[in-house]
């Protein structure tokens, strides 16, 4: 099973690279390592195996964190009334909201061993195309808190940190046009 000491931490060079498309269709291990990242959220987000692994809570994982360099990511939460648990291969946004949204609460990284305050604007509502783990290509239209969630998850896929998004100048400046998410 993945736990933190699979968890690969900032200054590691390939937090900061692009990560490989995978080609389809995807091996036998690759499947394994997509349900393994989907199986450490779930893991995670169980108090009592959480606190038996000293796992960090998560909601979304990429698969450079835990040093692979390809194009695969997992999210697992509750959205509202709905559950969203996606393994994908090679998401990637086909189209995107002008109007933007953040987490009030900012954002965290079970990569990045430290706060870093401070709103984080992303796309309000985006279309993501890619792979499932039964190897059906998918179309997801999100919106909210799923809309953040995978913005974070494809941005490790383009080495991007989620800090840096962050205003430089002003961390704590309403991004203009933007839905505040709490
Ligand atoms: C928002 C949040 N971020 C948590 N951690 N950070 C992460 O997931 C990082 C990715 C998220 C950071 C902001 C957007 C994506 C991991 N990242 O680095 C992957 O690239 C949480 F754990 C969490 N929740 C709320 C839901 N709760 C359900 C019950 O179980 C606990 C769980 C806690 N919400
Ligand atoms: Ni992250």
Redesign the pocket.
């Given at each position: 099973m993945i736990t933190m000491d699979d968890i690969v931490r900032e200054g590691n060079p390939i937090l900061t690279q692009v990560a490989t498309k995978v080609e389809l269709p995807p091996t036998s291990e690759e499947i394994d390592t997509l349900k393994e990242m989907l199986m450490y959220?779930k893991n995670?987000?169980d108090p009592e195996i959480a606190e038996q692994y000293e796992l960090?809570?998560?909601?979304?994982?990429?698969a450079p964190?835990i040093g692979i360099s390809k194009r695969m990511i997992a999210v697992h939460?509750?959205d509202l009334d709905e559950k969203i648990s996606h393994g994908l291969f090679n998401p990637r946004i086909v189209s995107h909201s002008v109007e933007k949204a953040y987490?009030t609460?900012g954002?965290?990284?079970?990569?990045?061993d430290r706060e870093v305050p401070g709103y984080?604007p992303r796309y309000a509502r985006i279309t993501v195309k890619g792979t499932n783990i039964e190897g059906e290509e998918l179309k997801l239209r999100l919106k909210g808190?799923a809309s953040?969630?995978i913005q974070?998850?494809i941005d490790?896929l383009n080495g991007i940190m989620?800090y840096d998004h962050i205003n430089p100048d002003n961390p704590f400046e309403k991004p203009e046009n933007a839905i505040a998410l709490d």
């Open positions: 959220l995670s987000q960090r809570p998560g909601v979304g994982l990429a964190q939460f509750d987490l609460s954002e965290g990284c079970l990569s990045v984080v808190y953040i969630v974070h998850e490790h989620f």
